[in-house]
């Protein structure tokens, strides 16, 4: 889509995969505070399982940026208010895509042959256990799926 995408992780662990689709950088808690990073984001989405230290993510945004909070869970969203502020900073929060942007992004995705990466598990006990172990261990990558089993599927 013509933007420049930095991926930010709490290890190394992603970051050939997510410089193998497509991102230009990937950054580390830890290689984000001595890195010496250019222009400002304008736009910081944010889709981890838990809110981030904002004292690390708000410097790196640009004046008028727009921070999407994904983060579906517990607790409150506190950043703050004094980066905002001085900024022009907008936090936008949405859950559910109006369907007009469902259908563009299904059609960009077509275009292109863009493909989600997903895990698949069983649909029994030991396939649901197996998906929150990997959940739980932080090795999901990037959507968990369960699937009926072919000769379950054939049966019906």
């Known amino acids: 889509m013509g933007c420049e995408v930095v991926a ?10 997510v410089l193998s689709i497509g991102a230009t950088a990937c950054y580390t808690s830890e290689s984000l505070r001595s890195a010496a990073f250019g ?3 304008n736009i910081l989405i944010v889709t981890t399982p838990i809110m981030p230290d904002w004292s690390v993510y708000t410097p ?3 004046s008028k940026a727009t921070i999407f909070p994904l983060t579906i869970g517990p607790g409150l969203l506190s ?13 936008q929060g949405s859950v559910v895509s109006p369907r ?3 259908e563009r992004m299904l059609e960009f995705a077509a275009r ?9 598990f069983a ?16 090795n999901m990558r990037y959507r968990g799926v369960l699937v009926v089993p072919e000769k379950e599927r054939l049966a019906e």
Do not use: D, W, Y
């Open 112 to 120: 292109h042959s863009i493909k989600p990466i997903v895990q698949t």
């Open 123 to 138: 649909m029994s006990r030991e396939g649901i256990q197996q998906a929150f172990a990997t959940l739980e261990e932080g």
């Open 79 to 91: 950043l703050p208010s004094m980066p905002l502020l001085l900024n022009g900073i907008t936090i």
């Open 8 to 17: 930010f992780s709490g290890s190394t662990l992603k970051e050939a995969e």
């Open 100 to 102: 007009n942007v469902h």
């Open 39 to 41: 222009r400002g984001l």
């Open 60 to 62: 790196l945004l640009a």
